[in-house]
């Protein structure tokens, strides 16, 4: 896990882990190895031997964002083996309380009236936070700075005191600080409205085209012979698809996804391309 313990981008590879260790019979360990922007832990699994037992969970970064956004990477995604796409959820654009706007609309209008005046955070460059936001403030005009934090734990208490006023994160991070009434959800980055957020309009409503999602995927080191990502990729099948495992999903609204080994590479070239075109048209740059 290339980033820091506590987000739900650490919690979801343990929940997962526990499932395959029991079907396989023997322990599964997630080592957190954080910085770069995920880069540092994942060049530790490209190294690593193609025999199985090192696997990378991570988020987009650093398997489809980060090449697009550094000049140079010590690994090539492109070389990883696709095992899964674990889940999918949408993220959502929430505020400080004191933010006075309810939806995109007037957020924009705030924004434009206090030009760098308003802060977002995220956690760390190349992460969905960051490019959605820098993707967001591309499509509606508003000049609002990046904060970058090491991860979503040390970023979300920003965001409550009132440090920073704006931030995208998925839906499962977001919602209980909603629910308090800390966070104003602004709009929901999906392509449609969510049920645990039923008045929060799409992003897309005001800026069309615009849908932003996480999803964690696994891939294990290049070279990784077929006949082992093949068991490995359907020891995870089985293990998202256990009740437990569905009920776990349900209660961080996550979205399971069914991908073997084929579909995954699909994913990951599709959701490599996709963010490539934000990256060049918002020009966002590594800060």
């Known amino acids: 896990m290339p980033f820091p313990p506590g987000g739900l981008a650490d919690t979801l590879p343990r929940l997962v882990a526990s499932g395959v260790a029991r079907r396989l019979g023997q322990p599964v360990f997630v080592d957190n190895r954080p910085g770069a922007s995920g880069n540092i832990g994942t060049e530790l699994v490209a190294k690593a031997p193609p025999d199985g037992y090192t696997l990378l969970a991570a988020p987009p970064p650093p398997l489809v964002v980060n090449q697009s956004l550094f000049p140079k990477l010590p690994f090539d995604p492109a070389k990883f083996v696709p095992i899964a796409v674990l889940a999918t959820v949408p993220n959502v654009l929430v505020a ?106 799409p992003v897309s409503d005001t800026l069309p085209g615009f849908v932003s999602t996480t999803w964690y995927a696994v891939v294990a080191p290049p070279g990784t012979p077929p006949a082992i990502a093949r068991k490995l990729s359907a020891v995870l099948a089985e293990t998202i698809r256990a009740p437990e495992t569905i009920e776990a999903f349900q209660k961080l609204h996550l979205e399971p996804v069914d991908a073997d080994s084929a579909q995954t590479a699909a994913f990951l070239q599709a959701e490599s391309q996709r963010w490539a075109k934000v990256i060049s048209t918002a020009r966002i740059q590594p800060d």
């Open 96 to 201: 400080h309380p004191s933010v006075p706007a309810g939806d995109v609309t007037t957020l924009v209008a705030h924004a434009k009236a206090h030009p760098g005046q308003m802060h977002y955070a995220s956690t760390g460059n190349g992460g969905t936070p960051h490019l959605s936001a820098e993707w967001f403030k591309s499509a509606s005009g508003v000049q609002i700075s990046h904060v970058p934090y090491r991860g979503m734990p040390q970023a979300i208490p920003a965001l409550l005191s009132g440090e920073v006023q704006l931030m995208f994160m998925n839906l499962g991070e977001a919602l209980p600080h909603v629910r308090a009434g800390k966070l104003k959800a602004l709009a929901v980055a999906g392509a449609t409205r969510h049920a645990a957020l039923p008045d929060a309009r």
